[in-house]
């Protein structure tokens, strides 16, 4: 049975179908896949200027807007330089 | 296994209140401000009103935007389907609020529980309960299995 539950409590990145990526500890879920996120932060890539986080909070996404959800290493993840990242944003996906 | 399988249930059930269901935290955030997005990209910033399990909502003194973010429009009072929602926006201290309100309602429980235990001693002799009880002297419907089973 495919679960969330090993990802409660575990900082995660959440990927959107309009293609945002969005980082938050998940507070909950429930069947639909809705997700609570806490202490969430949006990361907007861009070849110019190094990715930008901006802060959001507490959120609560929709299930049916979730393309992926994948647990992040923290250790990994706050020993990258995001300003050093140059990537193209991801286009929303295509139907 | 189904012991492991049961000691597993016991221990994520014991811990339960850590994880928060959606729709809790968004029945919390009645009347609090929230921010909301639509799939189409338009924002809705209001109070919330009501809400109900298909996360259908009403929301009051709504700022509108459009999805360009450049036009706004000031509501009353709007409904918003829940299937149109992308995500909502709600205040950071709500999270603490909804799992405060979980524990007092888990202690609750487990002191209603409690009580129900210690009564339950006295089962066999003065309290007939449902199944065994109802069985003795009474016409029974194939129920002599399961009490002696239990």
């Known amino acids: 049975m495919a679960t969330l539950q090993g990802y409660v409590d575990h900082r995660v990145l959440l990927i959107l179908q309009d293609g945002r990526a969005i980082v938050g500890v998940m507070a909950g879920y429930d069947q639909k896949s809705n997700v609570v996120l806490s202490d969430s932060k949006e990361r907007v890539y861009s070849v110019e200027d190094g990715v930008e986080e901006i802060p959001l909070g507490l959120y609560l996404v929709k299930g049916d807007q979730i393309v992926l959800i994948g647990e992040l290493d923290e250790a990994l993840d706050q020993s990258i330089d995001l300003s050093t990242i140059r990537a193209e944003p991801l286009p929303p996906i295509r139907y | 296994m189904s012991e492991g399988h049961g000691a597993a249930r016991e221990s994520s059930l014991g811990e339960w209140p850590r994880s928060t269901l959606p729709l809790s935290l968004l029945n919390a955030a009645q009347n609090k401000p929230m921010l909301v997005e639509l799939k189409n990209g338009e924002t809705f910033n209001g109070h919330l009103v009501n809400c109900d399990n298909f996360m259908n909502i009403t929301l009051r003194?709504?700022?509108?935007?459009?999805?360009?973010?450049?036009?706004?429009?000031?509501?009353?009072?709007?409904?918003?389907r829940g299937s149109t929602i992308k995500y909502l926006r709600v205040p950071d201290t709500l999270l603490d609020a909804?799992?405060?309100?979980?524990?007092?309602?888990?202690?609750?429980?487990?002191?209603?529980?409690?009580?129900?235990?210690?009564?339950?001693?006295?089962?066999?002799?003065?309290?007939?309960?449902?199944?065994?009880?109802a069985v003795r002297g009474g016409p029974m419907r194939g129920g002599r299995g399961r009490g002696r089973g239990m």
Request: hydrophobic share 25%; aromatic share 8%.
């Open chain 2, 98 to 133: 909804v799992k405060e309100e979980q524990n007092r309602a888990r202690e609750a429980g487990r002191s209603a529980r409690g009580a129900h235990v210690s009564g339950a001693g006295n089962r066999g002799r003065g309290m007939p309960q449902r199944g065994r009880g």
């Open chain 2, 61 to 80: 003194e709504v700022y509108q935007t459009n999805a360009e973010g450049d036009r706004f429009w000031k509501v009353k009072e709007c409904y918003i």
